[in-house]
């Protein structure tokens, strides 16, 4: 299973500079800095934003109002102060990039050749970013390959100036947008129909595949045939009969097989993606599901439960090809919208579905405030000492629960009691281990049986020993077996049940009705 743990690696190196009181580059970080990622269960980094950064993009974001407002939120005091909003914490977006070259300040392609080493001595991929979508106005290719971008005329610009821009090329360009929302202002738009761009992406991604183990590409259903007709229509040309990704995919993996492919998607378009090639794709489903707690038609209590439940029924033959998640650059830190309990009781849920994890620097000590792409460094926040500690036993036991094969449980209650509608549950089961999840994803208790699906369980006492706090529960195996496991769990409440092996019976301790 994949455990990713994406790092802003632009301001985590301000900080380690702070820290250490030198400049620290990708390629001198301190060995114990490196041990402290490599934390039990976490298999890849993601260093988000390494490339080189655009000046021009850096000069739109400073004139931009709204940008402005969003960095001043986060640094709200006088300006120019430590609490305040200064010039120099503004950069260019990682996303408006100006070249695919490790840019200077992070230590250039040597310290990041250097970081890739020490992460692979310690067992773990880098994952690096790819923009297919769009390109910084001072890009060279804006004044060097035109055909590969969406161009425009002096009368677009006149009569749309927030649509088009003209770059010191000479050449008005489309921005670059999702048909969703008004242009971004600091990007042009590439022409994903044009197969000197297709040819272009591929020789790109080949690069990045030189440098890394994996790529996440941003905004990846975008360049899809169909959306990106119906966003640009003639405008784009005429529209290839082969998509974009299953275009260059596949001649990227002629020279990396095992390049790993990762989609920022939304819309419902993960199972297309994975189809053209992606190795997993964003579940942005069921984040959404798991932070509105009215998620469900009905209103109640179990709604958010409810969602999630039939989410995961949605496509199971893709479960496996997702990236759960509660948080990343572009979402608000999980503590900030799922505090306290909740907030655990989504942890375990994304950390033992399949598929893979994607967890962000910073969440596991519980920040709260959302870092626009744009800033140089964060404001100083407490570390949630217990939060970091349940992260810490939550990847061990994510990682000793995730083999085999995944079944969901479904959760029986009684005539007078629906709180089993409020309960997540599943096993997983390999040759050696049985695993059980069980989350109460709801504000109120709720009880129910849960049915197990192991054979071996009549005629002696089964042990269950849970992963998170080492408490154990004895169960006769006979009622098991035939009314299922008993469970009653506070609000907010989970178990990750390690349950012993058929056969390796142990004597009767404690043995209460309840699991909870």
Not at 296 to 311: E, I, L, T
Request: charged letters at 25%; a negative charge.
């Amino acid at each position: 299973m994949t455990v990713i743990l994406e790092i802003n690696t632009l301001v985590w190196l301000g900080e380690l500079s702070e820290r250490y009181a030198r400049r620290v580059t990708l390629g001198d970080v301190p060995e114990e800095v490196w041990d402290g990622i490599a934390l039990p269960g976490i298999d890849t980094v993601w260093l988000m934003g390494v490339w080189r950064r655009s000046p021009a993009g850096r000069r739109i974001a400073l004139d931009d109002p709204s940008l402005r407002a969003a960095f001043r939120a986060v640094f709200p005091g006088p300006p120019g102060t430590e609490d305040g909003l200064r010039d120099t914490d503004v950069t260019g977006s990682p996303y408006c990039v100006r070249d695919y070259v490790v840019d200077a300040t992070l230590g250039g392609p040597d310290g990041l050749a250097a970081a890739r080493a020490r992460l692979a001595a310690r067992g773990l991929r880098l994952v690096l970013d790819h923009v297919p979508h769009h390109i910084a106005p001072d890009h060279p290719w804006t004044a060097t390959h035109p055909e590969r971008l969406v161009r425009g005329t002096a009368a677009d610009l006149a009569r749309a100036p927030d649509a088009y821009v003209e770059t010191g090329s000479g050449h008005v360009y489309a921005r670059a947008r999702d048909p969703y929302f008004p242009p971004w202002p600091d990007v042009v738009q590439l022409n994903a129909f044009h197969t000197t761009l297709r040819d272009a992406t591929v020789d790109t991604l080949v690069a990045i595949g030189d440098q890394a183990d994996g790529v996440r590409c941003d905004m990846a259903m975008l360049l899809m045939n169909d959306i990106f007709t119906g966003t640009w229509g003639e405008a784009a040309g005429p529209v290839p009969a082969e998509d974009f990704w299953t275009y260059v995919i596949p001649r990227v993996r002629a020279r990396h097989p095992h390049l790993l492919f990762i989609a920022e998607a939304y819309w419902g378009r993960e199972q297309p993606l994975l189809r053209q090639g992606f190795d997993f794709c964003y579940d942005k489903g069921l984040y959404d599901r798991l932070v509105q707690p009215d998620a469900s038609a009905s209103g109640s209590a179990a709604g958010a439960a409810d969602a999630v439940r039939h989410h995961l029924r949605g496509g199971p033959d893709d479960l496996p090809g997702l990236v759960r998640f509660l948080e990343n650059h572009d979402e608000p830190r999980a503590a900030a919208v799922l505090p306290g309990e909740r907030g655990r009781a989504a942890a375990v849920t994304v950390a033992t579905l399949p598929g893979a994890t994607l967890w962000h620097e910073g969440q596991f000590e519980g920040r709260r405030t959302h870092l626009p792409v744009f800033l140089t460094r964060r404001p100083r926040e407490p570390v949630d000492g217990p939060l970091r500690d349940f992260h810490t036993r939550l990847l061990r036991a994510a990682a000793t629960v995730r083999r085999g094969e995944w079944r969901p449980v479904t959760a029986e209650g009684w005539p007078d009691n629906d709180s089993h509608r409020s309960l997540l549950a599943w096993t997983w089961t390999a040759a050696e281990t049985r695993h059980l999840v069980v989350v109460n994803y709801s504000d109120r208790p709720a009880q129910a049986r849960l049915p197990l699906p192991w054979p071996g369980l009549r005629g002696r006492t089964v042990r269950l020993t849970d992963l998170l706090t080492e408490r154990t529960y004895d169960r006769d195996g006979d009622e098991l077996a035939e009314q299922g496991l008993y469970v009653d769990l506070e609000p907010w409440h989970v178990h990750v049940f390690g349950v012993d092996r058929p056969g390796a019976g142990t004597e009767h301790q404690g043995a209460g009705r309840g699991a909870g």
